[in-house]
């Protein structure tokens, strides 16, 4: 993401002047760990963007479905990021009709988000005991140690397989080659789970356009806003807590944080929480008033400092 000299010198002064730590966990996980959830096999992140979809599924057990593209890399494959695959609605319908044709003997049915084609859910019946990798922390790595790991990881690594010999010769992905587009060679299972009764945590006022927190508004009942473009509409709630999970509004975050620093220093923010999410670990970087006038703190290239 490009950033603007003030801002990439903002972001750098944060990074300094604030305690930083790299932490063995994921986004994901640090959100539904707060919300007061417990862990199944997997965090149930499927379900709990299924249900901020407002879909109704016709088993408990979900997993999230990826599309993804298979890339090739020596004799290992890795998938292609770091963007998500994007699909028009008429390609992902199609590719879905022949996936489900195909699994429907084996209690398999795959769904589609009505909000984004390229979210895919997969409905099993009979919950697996496997543990899975979220596609973020795999995108890009060699993903022989990232498949399904389990007593039935067997016949679900058998099933991506499977997956990826359907879609291999299918004329939706030839046309996408012939556009210059990334053909769909198979898709990533994880963050599967049955959706929680109950969450016991509490939820700060959230941010977000990200569906898993989303879901964790909804099985809360609690408020969820667009992240909106102006962090000075953000500072207008009187919350004594506030989550900003930015997907798509990521760089309103990014060029926000002029105007959070400002707030630090000013008092109108009495903690500014940074977790920035690198492969399976999150640099959580807490910064407070007095730390923004740590003037003798120097400043290093943000990419220095995120890689550890």
């Known amino acids: 993401m490009a950033m603007s000299p003030a801002v990439t010198a903002t972001f750098e002064r944060l990074l300094a002047v604030g305690r930083r730590e790299f932490l063995a966990t994921t986004i994901?996980?640090?959100?539904?760990s707060s919300a007061g959830l417990a862990r199944q096999r997997d965090w149930p992140l499927a379900s709990l963007a299924?249900?901020?979809?407002?879909?109704?599924?016709?088993?408990?057990?979900?997993?999230?479905?990826?599309?993804?593209?298979?890339?090739?890399q020596r004799d290992t494959f890795s998938i292609a990021g770091p963007e998500g695959l994007p699909l028009q609605k008429t390609e992902a319908d199609a590719l879905l009709a022949l996936l489900n044709q195909h699994f429907a003997e084996q209690g398999l049915m795959f769904v589609q988000s009505p909000y984004c084609a390229h979210r895919w859910y997969l409905q099993?019946?009979?919950?697996?005991?496997?543990?899975?990798?979220?596609?973020d922390v795999a995108m890009g790595r060699d993903?022989?140690?990232?498949?399904?790991?389990?007593?039935?990881?067997?016949?679900?690594?058998?099933f991506l397989n499977e997956?990826?010999?359907?879609?291999?010769?299918?004329?939706?992905?030839?046309?996408?080659?012939?556009?210059?587009?990334?053909?769909?060679?198979?898709?990533?299972?994880?963050?599967?789970?049955?959706?929680?009764?109950?969450?016991?945590g509490v939820?700060?006022?959230?941010?977000?356009?990200?569906?898993?927190?989303?879901?964790l508004a909804v099985l809360h009942v609690g408020e969820c806003h667009e992240v909106p473009q102006e962090m000075h509409e953000v500072l207008r709630y009187e919350a004594k807590h506030a989550w900003l999970a930015p997907v798509e509004s990521a760089a309103a975050v990014v060029n926000g944080l002029p105007t959070l620093w400002q707030a630090l220093r000013r008092?109108?923010?009495?903690?500014l929480e940074l977790n920035i999410a690198i492969g399976d670990r999150v640099l959580q970087c807490r910064v407070g008033k007095w730390d923004?006038?740590?003037?003798?703190r120097k400043s290093r290239p943000w990419t220095e400092v995120l890689g550890g």
């Open 50 to 72: 299924a249900l901020a979809d407002g879909l109704s599924l016709s088993t408990e057990y979900v997993l999230f479905a990826q599309p993804v593209h298979l890339q090739l």
């Open 143 to 158: 993903i022989r140690n990232l498949m399904p790991q389990g007593r039935d990881a067997a016949f679900w690594n058998a």
């Open 28 to 32: 994901d996980e640090m959100l539904c």
């Open 292 to 296: 923004t006038y740590q003037f003798w």
């Open 163 to 200: 997956v990826q010999m359907l879609l291999f010769e299918h004329p939706l992905n030839q046309a996408r080659e012939a556009r210059g587009e990334l053909p769909v060679s198979g898709v990533w299972v994880y963050g599967g789970g049955v959706l929680p009764s109950e969450a016991t």
């Open 267 to 271: 008092g109108g923010v009495s903690q």
């Open 203 to 215: 939820l700060p006022l959230l941010f977000t356009e990200d569906p898993v927190v989303r879901g």
């Open 124 to 135: 099993v019946q009979t919950q697996p005991n496997i543990q899975t990798t979220p596609v």
